[in-house]
């Protein structure tokens, strides 16, 4: 199967947001030694190479339909990942330290597209349920920067008059989150109230993958690609799992000192 | 580049809402349309050739620029070239505008601002951080812009 591998270089190298990045041993796939290798853990990508400098990627691990489990290992603070199905394999690593271990267990086991899906949904839900309560309050596109010009067919230009937009997003969005008079788009614009409300829920204007507004009235649950939750309890339920799971295992680590003592097959999760 | 490819074949066969013949056309100069079984599984777009069981490829959803290109005709592409750019007929207008729909919207990058917005607009309308329920507030992945940290404010203005 062909996996470009320009595109999957690219995203590991470009400036999106890292997760999580440091020294992991890895156990080789051929030879059975542990090697030392640079990892960036970057959404549900984990890339590898020799050193952080290196502009060729050794590989890429992708985290979909995996486990994240300790193993039985001569090295110490080892853990895996674990795919379940017969043919599929398990990548053993082992970290320099206890600490490291269990932050890279901790960002592998959230590192699956569901969990951040399912978070997203739920703090969505939130805000629509706020927002509600604030019925002064309109819901607010979420706009990204460079509005382009209308295209057959479609209505960007209401949504370009009924909602600010920002010259430069990051940046903005924390200041505005911290300053009192700042971006029109975060304080409640008193306009454009009795507009938003009439706005088709099915604007899609033409943009770029990165710079995509949400729309709002946001379009129902469903309309998420593949999947439909009850996402408060969904999520809530998946946390408090994780939670109750991580805390038994620190506690047994703790009990077995170090980490290093075995712990076999036991899983802390399945995302699976 | 090593990659792990029976897991992510595997990821090919997962149940997905947007699966579709299309008609798809490479980046290459010279490439062709060919009807494929187009398939949408978390930020993974596969294409089949039709009854198939092993995706032809997997293109990777994330730093991708998606457009309608005409009327049932939309583009993906890759590291702002020319030459990474495919192109995927559909049927009705419709569902050209529900693929780029789902598409943009699969992104992990997409989900995660996302994320961010929703987290600060509920911070701004309540004073209170939504992940510091689930315990994840301080997690570099969530967070607004550099580690910045949110503080109460006065929402009395409201």
């Known amino acids: 199967m062909k996996f470009d591998e320009k595109i999957v270089s690219y995203f590991e190298s470009c400036n999106s947001p890292v997760d999580k990045k440091g020294y992991l041993f890895k156990k080789g796939e051929i030879k059975t030694s542990y090697q030392k290798r640079w990892f960036v853990l970057k959404g549900n990508l984990l890339f590898y190479k020799d050193r952080p400098d290196d502009r060729d990627l050794t590989g890429v691990i992708v985290l979909e339909g995996c486990t994240v489990q300790l193993c039985e290992s001569e090295e110490q603070f080892a853990f895996s990942l674990v795919w379940n199905e017969p043919g599929l394999r398990t990548y053993k690593f082992a970290a320099e330290d206890q600490a490291s271990q269990e932050s890279w267990i901790k960002a592998l086991l959230s590192a699956n597209h569901s969990y951040l899906y399912l978070l997203v949904m739920d703090l969505e839900k939130k805000y629509r349920d706020l927002v509600g309560e604030f019925a002064s309050e309109p819901t607010k596109a979420f706009t990204m920067p460079n509005l382009s010009s209308a295209q057959p067919g479609l209505p960007s230009a209401s949504l370009s008059t009924q909602t600010s937009t920002l010259p430069a997003y990051s940046a903005t969005v924390a200041g505005a989150a911290f300053s009192p008079s700042s971006s029109p788009m975060l304080t409640p614009p008193n306009v454009s109230s009795k507009s938003a409300s009439k706005r088709s829920p099915k604007l899609w204007p033409k943009r770029s993958a990165n710079v995509m507004p949400i729309n709002t009235p946001s379009p129902p649950l469903g309309d998420w690609s593949g999947l439909c939750f009850s996402t408060k309890d969904e999520f809530g339920k998946l946390h408090e799992d994780f939670g109750k799971e991580v805390k038994v295992l620190i506690a047994d680590w703790l009990r077995k000192g170090q980490g290093g003592a075995a712990v076999q097959g036991e899983d802390l999760i399945d995302f699976g | ?158």
């Open chain 2, 1 to 158: 580049m090593r990659f792990n490819e029976k897991e992510l074949v595997s990821l090919s066969r997962q149940p997905s809402e947007k699966a579709a013949e299309l008609g798809m056309r490479g980046p290459k100069k010279g490439d062709v349309v060919k009807k494929r079984l187009v398939k949408l599984v978390v930020n993974f777009l596969f294409y089949f050739r039709t009854d198939e069981e092993e995706p032809i490829g997997a293109l990777l959803l994330e730093q991708c620029r998606v457009e309608k290109e005409d009327s049932q005709t939309f583009s993906i592409a890759f590291l702002d070239e020319a030459e990474k750019k495919y192109l995927f007929e559909c049927d009705s207008e419709e569902q050209c505008g529900e693929w780029i729909d789902c598409i943009i919207k699969a992104s992990y990058e997409f989900m995660r601002k996302n994320l961010i917005f929703y987290r600060t607009e509920i911070h701004r309308l309540t004073g209170k951080d939504p992940l510091e329920q689930y315990g994840i507030s301080d997690e570099t992945r969530f967070q607004v812009s550099n580690g910045l940290q949110l503080m109460t404010r006065d929402t009395s203005s409201l």
